[in-house]
């Protein structure tokens, strides 16, 4: 079966409430969405809340989903505003933030490469991550949507109802205050 027409079919099921379909969501989005979720709240439990909080919601309205196509951007725009109500919400992690929760992009080893050469990739990957968590708020959601999620300015000015030149402002300067950190870090060539 093709990814659009499995798509089609896990919509069908979610709008007849099926919660096989919605359990197929949530593979096939799962961990996308996690890993968009802790690159902007820094925190793997309020990821994970923030991921329930999209299929729930999902699940809810799948009846606003106009498009079977933009169902990855639907669910995008759903977890964005979902990490921007946690970001506006106080908690007590806020007093007690969970201490060295990591989540790591799936990477792929490429072949037969070495021991170093893995090594130094985990270890740039993670700097990247680190330095990425360590920006505002503003940058790092509209580096994450750039950058991880693939979307154009235009997508990115729709997805955060905000201007372009807004949206290229932020861009260049997350990438700026990105640069200075992973050149402060010692990166190599401060990518």
């Not at 099921?13 to 096939?28: F, N, V």
């Not at 806020?94 to 070495?114: H, K, L, T």
Request: proline fraction near 2%; glycine fraction near 6%.
């Amino acid at each position: 079966m093709l990814k659009g027409e499995l798509q089609l079919d896990i919509i069908e099921g979610i709008k007849a409430k099926d919660e096989s379909a919605l359990r197929l969501l949530m593979e096939d989005y799962g961990d996308m969405l996690l890993r968009t979720a802790w690159l902007l709240l820094k925190d793997r439990q309020a990821a994970e809340e923030a991921v329930q909080d999209t299929f729930i919601q999902a699940y809810a309205k799948i009846g606003q989903l106009e498009d079977p196509q933009r169902l990855r951007a639907w669910l995008i725009a759903i977890a964005v505003n979902r990490c921007r109500m946690r970001q506006r919400t106080w908690s007590w992690r806020s007093i007690f933030p969970a201490a060295g929760s990591v989540i790591r992009a799936d990477e792929e080893s490429g072949g037969f490469a070495a021991a170093e050469e893995l090594f130094m990739a985990h270890w740039e990957n993670a700097q990247l991550g680190e330095a990425i968590r360590s920006l505002d708020y503003i940058y790092r959601e509209c580096l994450t949507l750039y950058y991880y999620h693939e979307m154009s300015i235009r997508e990115i000015s729709a997805q955060l109802r905000m201007p372009e030149n807004t949206v290229k402002s932020r861009l260049a300067r997350g990438r700026a205050l990105l640069k200075q950190l992973l050149e402060k870090e010692g990166m190599k060539g401060g990518q």
